[in-house]
Nanobody, 115 residues
């Protein structure tokens, strides 16, 4: 059973930075895709950023230029560097990985940005 464990969430003022990390219980070489989604109260879960095995990266328009996703297969982690945070970035952030046709999710880490 694959497990994904997030860390790095917290409370930050607008304009600040946070770095989220997700540790996988298996080699991240195995995953087709890894990424981050977020869900704010009363909203649908939305894609923030994803990185494919070949290195192709996609970002939500709302985070382009501010967030950077990276994948370290030697450490079996995927990270999300979040800069110039805005109050509208407040959400529960979930790590995501796809292995074959199976999707895996972490338990989520809360990010709160105060104005």
């Amino acid at each position: 059973q694959v497990q994904l464990v997030e860390s790095g969430g917290g409370l930050v003022q607008a304009g600040g930075s946070l770095r989220l990390s997700c540790a996988a219980s298996t080699s991240t070489f195995r995953f087709n895709v890894m990424g981050w989604y977020r869900q704010a109260p009363g909203e649908q879960r939305e894609l923030v950023a994803m990185i494919r095995r070949g290195g192709i990266i996609n970002y939500a328009d709302s985070v382009k230029g501010r967030f950077t996703i990276s994948r370290d297969n030697a450490k079996n982690t995927v990270s999300l560097q979040m800069n110039t945070l805005k109050p509208e970035d407040t959400a529960n952030y979930y790590c995501y990985a796809q292995l074959g046709i199976t999707d895996y999710w972490g338990q989520g880490t809360q990010v709160t940005v105060s104005s």
